[in-house]
Every structure is written in structure tokens, then in C-alpha cells.
């Protein structure tokens, strides 16, 4: 899956469907200074990973 942040100004393939795709995933929340832990509880809420980035992306935006 390709997820588009286009606020961010990045372009970044990712998936969740693995425990290294998720450890990619703390990268990610790194360079985006976005909370790991809260991208976790939407993964397993059922949000997709595009769904989730771009959610608390905005949120971080609206601080």
C-alpha cells in the first residue's frame, strides 16, 4: 500500500500486516513526531494505515 501525506510532504509504502511492518510503522511516527501508541489503538480498531497516519497527522496539525 502506498499512503500519501501530502501535508507532511512525504510518499511512503507501508503495510501492517507484520511485526516488522509495524516496527517500519514507529519509524514513520518518528520522522512524523506522531504518537506510536495512538497509531497502534486505531490500527486495531480497524482503521487502515493511510486512515490512521492522515488522522492523527491532522490532529498534530490542529494543536
Do not use: W
Amino acid at each position: 500500500m502506498q499512503v500519501i501525506l501530502k501535508s507532511a510532504g512525504l510518499h511512503l509504502a507501508v503495510n501492517a500486516e507484520t511485526a516488522e511492518e509495524l516496527l517500519n510503522l514507529a519509524g514513520v511516527c518518528r520522522v512524523l513526531e506522531i504518537d506510536h501508541g495512538h497509531l497502534r489503538q486505531l490500527l486495531h480498531r480497524g482503521r487502515s494505515v493511510s486512515e490512521a497516519l492522515n488522522y492523527l497527522v491532522s490532529k498534530k496539525g490542529g494543536e
